[in-house]
């Protein structure tokens, strides 16, 4: 599928791409043919209306307990003591329940990055993974969430010693991983914040921006890019290849499309994001998959708090 995926930049056919966190499963399909049930939303690029919300609604959380997550956060914190990972992104999945449908909670939904996929699953997104422009790649790598309603929200995030270092390895990894498949890169923006929607609440999120230079004949080779830099750093951890075993033997379930990646390549550029924020149905339930970045300074508690904090509805 990745060789599928250069044949079309090779001809310059714009196409939408999924790929899921293992990349056992890939969706590639042409723009012009896509499917009536596949709705996205990449920034200003869009396949639908726009529709104001027009129904109240609720959502109901059932996460998992603290108990259980602390079992595995100490797991976790094992490894990193034997120096077997620094930072490991530990994730779970919630049931959850809610009047709206998975249609309805895509439309509403106010985020920068979207994805509906044939009522199995639903994204909205705010990390960009990569952007592609000219002969210019761009990566913009999330870590750290606080509340943005906290006295001092912003300098307390960036000032705490433990969400510098976990971003700061995010970096790291983020930059070697464009250097497999670019050269001259350099981090243009370092530690920055945005605010998103989460329901109720407004989170800030910190963000650094990444880039480097590829090669003029980079419509060629868009799957062997992608192929090289997933899954994202961002929801794995450093030593990336590691980490992955060690969260394949932690997590109770499979992440599926969830943490992977979604795009579209418009025959010139090419924009994507990590999947994070997402709803998946299994057997008519739902299910919320949600989690964040551990080091050995992490807070339980915080943690297993940030965990239910990132279950919402931006609408």
């Given at each position: 599928m990745f060789?599928?995926?250069n044949s079309?930049g090779?001809d310059?056919?714009?196409f939408l791409f999924?790929i899921s966190?293992d990349?056992?499963q ?7 043919e896509?499917d009536s049930?596949i709705?996205?939303?990449l920034?200003?690029k ?8 027009d129904k109240?609604?609720f959502?109901k959380?059932s996460?998992i ?10 797991k976790?914190k094992e ?8 930072l ?6 919630t ?11 895509f439309?509403y939904s ?28 761009s990566?913009?790598?999330m ?6 309603n ?6 307390k ?5 433990k969400e510098?270092?976990?971003h ?10 464009l ?7 350099r ?21 650094s921006?990444i880039e ?8 060629q080779h868009?799957?062997?890019?992608l192929?090289?830099?997933t899954?994202?750093?961002s ?27 979604f ?5 010139n550029s090419l924009?994507?994001?990590?999947m ?5 149905k299994?057997?008519?339930s739902l299910?919320?998959k ?15 708090q ?10």
């Amino acid at each position: 599928m990745f060789e599928y995926m250069n044949s079309l930049g090779r001809d310059r056919v714009p196409f939408l791409f999924i790929i899921s966190y293992d990349k056992s499963q890939i969706f590639i399909q042409k723009l012009h043919e896509l499917d009536s049930d596949i709705y996205y939303k990449l920034n200003q690029k869009r396949n639908y209306k726009k529709e104001p919300i027009d129904k109240t609604f609720f959502l109901k959380k059932s996460p998992i307990s603290f108990d259980r997550y602390k079992e595995a956060i100490y797991k976790v914190k094992e490894h990193i003591k034997a120096g077997d990972t620094y930072l490991l992104n530990l994730t779970f999945q919630t049931p959850i329940d809610t009047d709206l449908s998975m249609l309805e909670i895509f439309k509403y939904s106010q985020a920068n990055y979207k994805l509906y996929f044939k009522d199995t699953f639903v994204c909205f997104s705010p990390e960009r993974f990569i952007k592609i422009e000219s002969n210019t790649i761009s990566t913009y790598p999330m870590k750290g969430t606080i509340d943005a309603n906290i006295d001092n929200a912003k300098e307390k995030i960036l000032q705490d010693t433990k969400e510098m270092a976990e971003h700061t390895m995010i970096v790291d990894l983020m930059r070697n991983d464009l250097g497999i498949v670019a050269n001259s890169v350099r981090v243009e923006k370092f530690r920055y914040i945005d605010k998103i929607k989460a329901g109720e609440k407004e989170l800030y999120q910190v963000s650094s921006h990444i880039e480097a230079k590829v090669d003029k004949l980079w419509h060629q080779h868009i799957g062997d890019i992608l192929d090289s830099i997933t899954p994202a750093g961002s929801i794995t951890g450093t030593p990336k290849r590691k980490t992955i075993e060690i969260i394949e033997s932690i997590e109770d379930y499979d992440r599926d499309f969830y943490t992977g990646i979604f795009g579209i390549y418009d025959g010139n550029s090419l924009d994507s994001s990590v999947m994070i924020r997402f709803i998946d149905k299994q057997q008519n339930s739902l299910y919320y998959k949600s989690g964040g970045g551990i080091t050995l300074d992490s807070s339980t508690q915080s943690e297993y708090q940030e965990l239910i904090d990132k279950i919402y509805l931006p609408i």
